[in-house]
Nanobody, 128 residues
């Protein structure tokens, strides 16, 4: 059974940092591209970042580029999102998601139809 379990969310002041983790199990983690997607209250899902398996090429929207860094540790099947210089508009529930095996990621944005498994999410609140 495929499982994705996020952790690391919390409340942080503007300008602060958080590191999210997503522990994967039930599949060969290193064979799949992985993403982070967030959803703020009353808004639709927003793609945050993607990392390709193999060469670990990364993609980000302009809204987080330069502040967020996605990475993986294939030895323990974990996806990370380092978030620096957080802003109130980053407040959302953050989800990790597995990209479908037959999809070739070449650029963002990557729509939610591209994913086949999601975690339960972790809440990030940026507030003074």
């Amino acid at each position: 059974e495929v499982q994705l379990v996020e952790s690391g969310g919390g409340v942080v002041q503007p300008g602060g940092s958080l590191r999210l983790s997503c522990k994967a199990s039930g599949f060969t983690f290193g064979h799949f591209d992985m993403s982070w997607v967030r959803q703020a209250p009353g808004k639709g899902p927003e793609w945050v970042s993607t990392i390709k398996s193999g060469d670990r090429t990364t993609f980000y929207p302009d809204s987080v580029k330069g502040r967020f860094t996605i990475s993986v540790d294939n030895t323990n099947g974990t996806l990370y999102l380092q978030m620096n210089n957080l802003k109130p508009e980053d407040t959302a529930r953050y989800y990790c998601a597995r990209v479908k095996a037959d999809l070739v990621v070449v650029a963002g944005p990557i729509g939610i139809e591209s994913y086949d498994y999601w975690g339960q999410g972790t809440q990030v609140t940026v507030s003074s």
